[in-house]
Structure formats: C-alpha cells, structure tokens
C-alpha cells in the first residue's frame, strides 16, 4: 500500500502509553498459559446492547478453541485507544472501530473476500482508494428515530402516526407535543441527543445536503441547513425543548426516562434500554417528522477492522468469517436488538418488532445522503483525514448559547470543517 498519505488528524503523541496500555495479550493475541489462541477485539456498548459480542465469543471458543477477549472501552475513547497502541505497536487483533483512523489505516488486513461473502448492503460498501480493497465490514445498521411517551400522548388524547403510511411535519410535531405538554405534567415537548448524528437528520428531514464539500475544495452548510439550524434554536428558545441538553450536557435519555417528556430524537440503540430500564410509563417508536423531505440519518454503527502484525492475523480473519455467517450475524442481531448490516437478512426481535420494522422503512425512504456520515468517516481515513471534533456540532452548542449569530454560526462551521478535510 502507498505510504505517502497527507495525514491531517493531530495523532496525539503525548499521550500516556501506560495508562492507556490495552489489557490482555500483547501485540493483538497469542497463546495463554494453557496453550489457547487468544484475539483481542476492542469495543465498545456491548453490555449495553445485550453482550453480542461476548456472546459470539462464547460461541466461537466452544466451536474452535480459539478465544476471543472482548475488551470494553467507553465510546469516546475507542479513537485514543487505538491510536496510541499503533504508536505502541500493540494493536489488537481486531477491533469495532467508529471509522478508519491514518494512525493506523496502513496496518489494515484486507477484507474484501469477507465482505463479498456475506453480502452487506450497497450503501455501506467503501474500499480504499489506494488500492480498491474493503478492510472494514460494519457492524450493523444504526438509525435515527423517534420515540414518545405513549402514556404522556394518550392521557392528553393526542393522535399521533404509527407508519410510514402517515406522516407529519416539524410544525405539526411541535404543535401537537405542545398539546401534550399543556395537558399532562410533561415539562417538555422534545429532547434531542447532543450528537451531530442526530442534527444532520434534521437537516435531511428540511431537505438540506448538509455540510458538503464544494468545487473549489472547501466544505460548506447550504442553504436549507441554515435554515434547519434556526428551526432547532427556535425550539430551544420557547422551551420546548431543554436548553440543558446540548448547552450544558445533562443526559438526553435520562430526561426521556423521567417520564416528562413528550419525544425523544435519538435512535434504534435505545430500545434494548428503554425495553429493560423504562418501567414507570409505555414508550412507542414513530415515524419521525418532516418538513420538505423525509429522511433519517443512517449508517454504520461501527467498523469490523482487523490488523496486520499481530501474529494472529490467519485467526483473525477466521473469527470474523465466522462472525459473518448467515447463523452466527443473525443470533448476534437478535440478542444485541440490532439492525442487520447484511443485504436481505431476516431477524427475528420478538418484542417491539414494530420498532425495527419502522426503523428499516424509514431508511429505505431516505435519500442518498442519509447514508453518507458513516462512509465519509472510513472515506477519510483512507485518505489520511481525520474528523477529531464535530464542527457542525460544537458550532450549534454556541448558536444555541446566544455566543454567536447564525451567520456566524454557518462561517465556523464552514471554515473548522474546510481547515479538517481540505487538502
């Protein structure tokens, strides 16, 4: 592979190498003290989506004698994880990856024969441009959806859609979840998770591109973004929605679960948690509103990427092979209450299977672009970018603030993004 990538992204190289020294076998895997084959697979959400991935461990050791370490590590820190053990050469086997990182692009088996095999769905296929091949499978499917408070909306005797074959606009959302609030002791018609994720599918939904990259190599917010962006400040400023949430931090589905909210914007990973932890009222999914366009945000929830040097790499791609398969991808969809990545996969989720069902409607109605966020993260690995921050995001958190203008607003955006992607 070519070895002169422009590498854009700040790789952190005062980062502490102890403190953040990956657990279990060195250099990705080996043997233990019995003799086993060991693979290290860094993480991240598996307990909160019903132990997939140690389930599948399980699973393969009892069929191979090859055992897998399934190493947790919050969200935020899968990026600095990974890339201080490439700079320690301790990468692990394999690893859920949020996208492709230059750290260690260079260090990616190919999986393409994988891939091919198990026949993931179109949209989410993006080979290295360097040399054509895939060398990230993903995980499942993730989607933006909305929730209500069954309970909150039937007290107050509001109707509200089921299906696609219904549908409503922000305006009509808004005034109808205001009749909620007005009617119950709902404190708020809507929270949104503080996530650019979510944002981009409102932008969608108000038939924006969103921030994209133009002729002459800068990258820019159209206009109808801009508008979508006035939208989501009005909402703040009446109180409709919580202006804790994205200017101060507080936890959006903490605010949901407290039973005094109408909706809340956020996405298929949710309802294993809602099914197990939301006992005090009837939670329902719902198309999500729209104004010009309907649309969803959806992509990957993470990448499969396997690395060289580890001395596990046959294993490794064996594992993942294995992990692919028709039986085992199916079981690991149904237990973790996921969206198949696989073309034409049938899984069965048994309660609330409606939800699913609404979730993949909702995505085979989106347009093109619904589909770019996650794509365009693996995209710029390969060519050795890296989107550290969330421009479109942390910009908005000022707008919403009262820090700066819309006007200004759509400048930072455009200049952080343009100075992060350009070449």
């Known amino acids: 592979m070519k070895s002169s990538r422009k590498i854009h992204a700040v790789i952190l190289a005062g980062a502490t190498i102890g403190a953040l020294a990956l657990a ?7 043997s233990n003290a019995d003799g086993e084959v060991v693979l290290e697979l860094v993480q991240s959400g598996d307990a909160n989506q019903g132990g997939g991935y140690a ?8 069929e191979t004698g090859v055992r897998v370490n399934v190493v947790e590590v919050p969200n935020s820190d899968v990026r600095t994880r990974l890339r201080t053990a490439a700079q320690a050469n301790d990468l692990p086997a394999l690893a859920a990856a949020p996208a492709t990182d230059p750290a260690w692009t260079e260090r990616l088996l190919d999986l393409t024969d994988i891939f091919d095999e198990a026949g993931i769905i179109e949209p989410l296929s993006v080979a290295d441009p360097t040399d054509d091949k895939v060398k990230a499978i993903p995980t499942t499917l993730t989607a933006v959806g909305m929730f209500i408070n069954k309970s909150l909306w039937d007290q107050a005797g509001v109707t509200y859609p089921t299906s696609l074959d219904e549908s409503w606009t922000w305006d009509e959302y808004v005034t109808k979840a205001t009749q909620v609030v007005d009617a119950t002791d709902a404190e708020y018609g809507a929270v949104m998770d503080a996530s650019a994720h979510r944002l981009r ?3 969608y939904e108000f038939g924006s591109e969103g921030v994209t990259e133009q002729s002459d190599g800068t990258w820019a917010l159209d206009k109808k973004g801009a508008e979508a962006l006035e939208y989501f400040k009005g909402m703040h400023d009446s109180g409709f929605m919580p202006a804790s949430v994205w200017g101060a931090g507080d936890d959006p589905s903490a605010t949901f679960k407290s039973g005094r909210v109408a909706g809340y914007m956020s996405g298929v990973w949710q309802i294993a948690d809602f099914q197990a932890n939301i ?3 009837e939670w329902l999914s719902v198309p999500l509103p729209q104004e ?3 649309a969803t945000n959806y992509g990957a929830a993470s990448w499969i990427v396997a690395f060289d040097g580890t001395g596990v790499e046959k294993e490794t791609l064996d594992f993942v092979k294995w992990m692919y398969t028709e039986e085992n991808y199916r079981a690991y969809c149904e237990l973790s209450g996921c969206l198949p990545s696989i073309d034409g ?5 048994g309660d609330d299977a409606y939800a699913f069902d609404l979730y993949n409607a909702e995505i085979a109605a989106s347009p093109a672009i619904s589909a770019v966020q996650t794509t365009d993260g693996v995209r710029f690995g390969y060519e050795g970018k890296s989107l550290d921050s969330e421009p479109l995001k942390d910009e908005t958190v000022k707008y919403l603030n009262g820090e700066q203008t819309l006007e200004q607003t759509v ?6 993004t343009t100075a992060m992607l350009s070449d």
């Open 345 to 349: 996969l049938e899984v069965t989720y």
């Open 201 to 203: 599918a409102l932008l």
């Open 55 to 62: 389930m599948l461990a399980d699973k393969y050791f009892e």
């Open 24 to 30: 279990g076998c060195s250099g990705g895997g080996g």
């Open 279 to 281: 006992t005090d009222f």
């Open 411 to 416: 400048e930072n955006i455009d200049a952080a």
């Open 292 to 294: 010009s366009v309907r």
